[in-house]
């Protein structure tokens, strides 16, 4: 996985963004260590989903250079190395998850077997012939991830892959998660869910479209005294307005 790259999986360097005449992200400028899983926290509205965006390069930017991979973010180089899911699931529903994946693959020149081996990654085998529309919404959240690792690519940006599930299914994700790091993978995970900050490695906290924090939870814990990482954010919000 990402072999040759010997910085940082994703590197974002003063990026701007504006949209609606409204300043999205300011100046933002944060890395991505390859082989881990790192957390993109924040409160709805802090700008999580457009720096994604911005990584995945599908968001127009005013300023600054993002970097993915050694490349520069939404080049053609990128496009088999980068798995996407967003918030909403981007499948078919009047389809089955398989043919789903199937249609996948072709777009992305993958074997059938690639096929098999993502709908057993998220668990989906008893429901693969299910049409989608008749799954669950966790299950579809589950096809919508095994169409991101369809590429096996390198770097996988999951924007709220656990909103709306089961915290059964939200642990069995995460667990997936840190099973697809320890293969080489890296992983970026984006939540408003303070409790799953302990589920990372690394995390970048989010306010306002501004980098509040980059740091492991314990690090973080140390740096502001708190026990609780809900607590750790307010006291970083409290600081920075200072």
Same mark, same amino acid.
């Given at each position: 996985?990402?072999?040759?790259?010997?910085?940082?999986?994703?590197?974002?360097?003063?990026?701007?963004?504006?949209?609606?005449?409204?300043?999205?992200?300011?100046?933002?400028?944060?890395?991505?260590?390859?082989?881990?899983?790192?957390?993109?926290?924040?409160?709805?509205?802090?700008?999580?989903?457009?720096?994604?965006?911005?990584?995945?390069?599908?968001?127009?930017?005013?300023?600054?250079?993002?970097?993915?991979?050694?490349?520069?973010?939404?080049?053609?180089?990128?496009?088999?190395?980068?798995?996407?899911?967003?918030?909403?699931?981007?499948?078919?529903?009047?389809?089955?998850?398989? !043919?789903?994946? @199937?249609?996948? +693959?072709?777009? $992305?020149? *993958?074997? #059938?077997?690639?096929?098999?081996? &993502?709908?057993? %990654?998220?668990?989906?085998?008893?429901?693969?012939?299910?049409?989608?529309?008749?799954?669950?919404?966790?299950?579809?959240?589950?096809?919508?991830?095994?169409?991101?690792?369809?590429?096996?690519?390198?770097?996988?940006?999951?924007?709220?892959?656990?909103?709306?599930?089961?915290?059964?299914?939200?642990?069995?994700?995460?667990?997936?998660?840190?099973?697809?790091?320890?293969?080489?993978?890296?992983?970026?995970?984006?939540?408003?869910?303070?409790? !799953?900050?302990? @589920?990372?490695? +690394?995390?970048? $906290?989010? *306010?306002? #479209?501004?980098?509040?924090?980059? &740091?492991?939870? %314990?690090?973080?814990?140390?740096?502001?005294?708190?026990?609780?990482?809900?607590?750790?954010?307010?006291?970083?919000?409290?600081?920075?307005?200072?």
């Amino acid at each position: 996985m990402a072999a040759g790259l010997s910085g940082p999986a994703v590197r974002v360097d003063r990026l701007a963004v504006v949209r609606g005449g409204k300043v999205v992200l300011s100046e933002l400028s944060c890395e991505v260590a390859p082989g881990t899983v790192t957390g993109l926290l924040g409160p709805s509205g802090s700008g999580k989903s457009t720096l994604i965006r911005s990584i995945v390069g599908v968001q127009q930017v005013a300023g600054g250079r993002v970097e993915v991979l050694g490349h520069p973010a939404g080049s053609r180089a990128l496009r088999a190395r980068v798995g996407y899911m967003t918030q909403a699931p981007s499948v078919y529903g009047d389809l089955t998850a398989r !043919e789903n994946l @199937r249609f996948f +693959a072709r777009v $992305l020149g *993958r074997r #059938g077997d690639a096929v098999d081996r &993502a709908l057993a %990654a998220v668990s989906l085998d008893d429901h693969a012939d299910r049409v989608v529309d008749r799954l669950s919404g966790g299950q579809r959240a589950r096809v919508s991830l095994a169409t991101a690792l369809l590429g096996e690519p390198d770097l996988l940006v999951l924007d709220e892959p656990t909103v709306g599930l089961d915290p059964v299914l939200r642990r069995d994700l995460w667990e997936l998660f840190h099973v697809l790091a320890g293969e080489g993978r890296t992983l970026l995970v984006s939540s408003h869910v303070m409790d !799953e900050a302990d @589920r990372c490695d +690394a995390l970048l $906290l989010l *306010r306002e #479209g501004r980098l509040l924090a980059a &740091a492991t939870p %314990a690090e973080l814990r140390a740096r502001t005294g708190a026990e609780q990482l809900d607590e750790v954010f307010l006291r970083l919000v409290d600081a920075a307005a200072a």
